[in-house]
T-cell receptor
Framework: QKEVEQNSGPLSVPEGAIASLNCTYS??????FFWYRQYSGKSPELIMS????GDKEDGRFTAQLNKASQYVSLLIRDSQPSDSATYLC??????????FGKGTTLSVSS | DADVTQTPRNRITKTGKRIMLECSQT?????MYWYRQDPGLGLRLIYY???????NKGEISDGYSVSRQAQAKFSLSLESAIPNQTALYFC??????????????????FGPGTRLTVL
């Protein structure tokens, strides 16, 4: 059974801090890794995708991938109250359906 | 206009009724998916289709059926709705693309969701 694990949270950080969200996956041959943000009652929205080991930065967001450790993370710098949401990690191999984690709830307090 | 649309957005029905949820997309993607989301359980895959002639069961297909009428349309049916099918349902689309280094990407884009309540 292929699995994607995330801490459910809630993860609470003050405004302006760095939020660190973590994800581990069981399938060693996974190739593509995604972070989605989902506000309550809304659909998941793609934030970042990463395919190679290392870091990928996009604005305040940085995705980090370590295939040897089967670990992917998302850092949110200068966290804002509007970042409060559930963050979903998803992985797949080429040509297969995405496998989602259950999500980590982030709360940013002002 | 939204690239992925779902109808209806909200539906309340009774046990035993047949329900159809519809998904349409203008993204030109070949691949389409149906998920349900329940509090604490995350997104669970019901069915997926990689092209018009391809239908695959997902993690939780029992009690559901699908129809891929065209590249742009993918419908989910509940033949006889039951209360534990009360959930938020999402349609998603994706397009398999080759990237450098031999990695293929398959980013999914979600519709706005349908909130279904079965009484």
């Amino acid at each position: 059974q292929k699995e994607v694990e995330q801490n459910s949270g809630p993860l609470s950080v003050p405004e302006g801090a760095i939020a660190s969200l973590n994800c581990t996956y069981s399938d060693r041959v996974s190739q593509s890794f995604f972070w989605y943000r989902q506000y309550s009652g809304k659909s998941p929205e793609l934030i970042m995708s990463i395919y190679s080991n290392g870091d990928k930065e996009d604005g305040r967001f940085t995705a980090q991938l370590n295939k040897a450790s089967q670990y992917v993370s998302l850092l949110i710098r200068d966290s804002q109250p509007s970042d409060s949401a559930t963050y979903l990690c998803a992985v797949n191999q080429a040509g297969t359906a995405l496998i989602f984690g259950k999500g980590t709830t982030l709360s940013v307090s002002s | 206009d939204a690239d992925v649309t779902q109808t209806p957005r909200n539906r309340i029905t009774k046990t035993g009724k047949r329900i159809m949820l519809e998904c349409s997309q203008t993204k030109g993607h070949d691949r389409m998916y149906w998920y349900r989301q329940d509090p604490g359980l995350g997104l669970r895959l019901i069915y997926y289709s990689f092209d018009v002639k391809d239908i695959n069961k997902g993690e939780i297909s029992d009690g559901y059926s699908v129809s891929r009428q065209a590249q742009a349309k993918f419908s989910l049916s509940l033949e006889s709705a039951i209360p534990n099918q009360t959930a938020l349902y999402f349609c998603a689309t994706s397009d398999l693309r080759a990237r450098a280094g031999g990695i293929a990407t398959d980013t999914q884009y979600f519709g706005p969701g349908t909130r279904l309540t079965v009484l």
